[in-house]
């Protein structure tokens, strides 16, 4: 913990007294010390891309200026980590976005099986790309609840997204809806949205930590798959800003399961 000490002369009825102040600035020591590492991961995961970028360019200047099949392959990289740095300037615009409006809660009545069928159908080409079937295990009965329906999609988006990056060839993700009126009915007070796959998975000891920023279970697994490490971040702030709860189940070999459970009423 630290503390700021202050100290101050004060006038008593028996005299002259010292008054010493002792305030707990803990919490803005953390904060300050988040944003700074904040910075510097960002710096970080921007300056690598940028680098290969440099350097291609050089080289395209340079020796490989009259060679065009060097020119093509260069060319494929250097796009590959411009569309990486695009990604990450997104999803950090999307993430201080999200932050500023955490406070507001949405309102807006957005119909979830909906919502997830469109999301399914825009994902059907990426999953079919990666040989994962998509299952959508909910019934067309519409249901309810106040959202922001871009954030709400959003958060869909990238936990079927990573489902479907992570878990690999042959593979399934499985998308279940719970709720009143819908089987099986686990809740009364929210509904639930499951994303649960059967790729990889990962050891429990990570979930913690999941939902920080630039935090990833295998950092070059996920540079692979061009993951900016910022997509459950944001899911995090969404599902807060909803005042909703994410739950986090995963085991080595068998797969994991991403669950947001938002409340029915405004
Ligand atoms: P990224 O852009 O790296 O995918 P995320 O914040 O979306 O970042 O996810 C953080 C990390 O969580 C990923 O790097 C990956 O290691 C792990 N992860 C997320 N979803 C899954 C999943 N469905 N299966 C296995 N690992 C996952």
Same mark, same amino acid.
């Given at each position: 913990a630290s503390f700021d000490v202050s100290c101050r002369a004060v006038k008593l009825e028996s005299g002259a007294g010292v008054l010493l102040c002792f305030q707990d600035v803990t919490h803005l020591e953390q904060a300050g010390q988040m944003r700074r590492d904040f910075v510097a991961n960002v710096s970080h995961e921007l300056r690598t891309p940028l680098t290969a970028l440099l350097g291609f360019i050089e080289t395209l200047q340079g020796p490989?200026?009259?060679?065009a099949g060097a020119r093509d392959r260069f060319l494929t990289i250097m796009q590959t980590e411009a569309t990486r740095m695009e990604r990450l300037v997104g999803d950090l615009l999307s993430l201080s976005r999200v932050e500023a409006e955490e406070r507001v809660r949405p309102t807006e009545p957005v119909d979830l099986p909906g919502l997830l069928r469109s999301v399914l159908n825009g994902l059907a080409p990426l999953a079919a790309e990666a040989g994962v079937t998509l299952r959508p295990e909910f019934p067309e009965t519409r249901l309810e609840v106040p959202a922001d329906p871009d954030q709400l999609r959003q958060v869909v988006m990238n936990l079927v997204e990573n489902a479907v990056k992570y878990s690999g060839r042959g593979a399934s993700v499985t998308v279940r809806l719970s709720g009143? =009126?819908?089987?099986?009915? *686990?809740?009364?007070e929210g509904v639930e949205i499951a994303v649960t796959d059967t790729g990889p998975g990962f050891d429990p000891m990570h979930i913690p930590r999941l939902?920080?920023?630039?935090?990833?279970?295998d950092n070059h697994r996920s540079r692979e798959m061009g =993951?900016? =490490? *910022?997509g459950l971040a944001i899911v995090k702030h969404i599902v807060n800003r909803h005042r909703g709860r994410l739950r986090i189940e995963s085991e080595p070999g068998r797969g994991s399961s991403f669950c947001v459970i938002l409340p029915l009423r405004a």
């Open positions: 490989a200026r009259e060679d009143p =009126g819908y089987q099986p009915r *686990l809740r009364v939902t920080e920023r630039f935090y990833r279970v =993951g900016t =490490g *910022l």
